[in-house]
């Protein structure tokens, strides 16, 4: 995406003063542009950020709870109900709903979901390293070591 006014060729002109003391604007300019990432690389894969990172999580975490899902990747339980029965109904996910807590649900990936993760997540080195390309090795060490800091998902005993 390089054209006028996208996420890699900001306007001429304009003074950005104010908008570079925005810890939040800067967020926000940096997941748009991991996100154009992501869809350039995955082109071809036909899906979203989102869905692929609930795919990661159930692969890594079997029999997690939607609304653990839910709660760790900050998504609203509508979205996520609406998200979940997507990808059961396309064969990626499989629900259980545990027969001590009837409220709950346990999701785990069908055969077809984990090699539809494991296909995906070859792809993701090349989405991390087109949006570091702008920092040095260091640089994006730290800047992973302080937004896992920001975002609370140091290691901690008992998690």
């Known amino acids: 995406m390089n054209q006028p006014g996208g996420i890699d060729k900001p306007e001429e002109g304009i003074s950005k003063?104010?908008?570079?003391?925005?810890?939040?604007?800067?967020?926000?300019?940096?997941?748009?542009?991991?996100?154009?990432?992501?869809?350039?690389?995955?082109?071809?894969?036909?899906?979203?950020p989102?869905?692929?990172?609930?795919?990661?999580?159930?692969?890594?975490?079997?029999?997690?709870?939607?609304?653990?899902v839910?709660?760790?990747?900050k998504i609203k339980r509508a979205q996520m109900s609406k998200m979940v029965r997507e990808m059961e109904a396309s064969g990626l996910?499989?629900?259980?709903?545990?027969?001590?807590?009837?409220?709950?649900?346990?999701?785990?990936?069908?055969?077809?979901?984990a090699a539809r993760i494991a296909q995906i997540t070859t792809h993701f080195p090349e989405v991390e390293k087109r949006t570091v390309k702008r920092l040095t090795p260091g640089e994006a060490r730290e800047l992973r070591r302080l937004l896992i800091k920001m975002a609370g998902f140091e290691e901690s005993k008992g998690e």
């Open 17 to 48: 003063e104010s908008l570079r003391g925005s810890l939040g604007f800067l967020l926000r300019v940096a997941q748009l542009r991991s996100f154009s990432h992501f869809f350039t690389v995955l082109a071809d894969e036909n899906i979203r």
């Open 50 to 68: 989102g869905e692929a990172t609930v795919l990661d999580l159930v692969r890594e975490n079997p029999g997690i709870r939607q609304g653990a």
């Open 70 to 73: 839910s709660k760790t990747l």
């Open 93 to 113: 996910i499989s629900r259980r709903v545990p027969p001590e807590d009837r409220r709950s649900v346990e999701l785990r990936l069908t055969p077809e979901g």
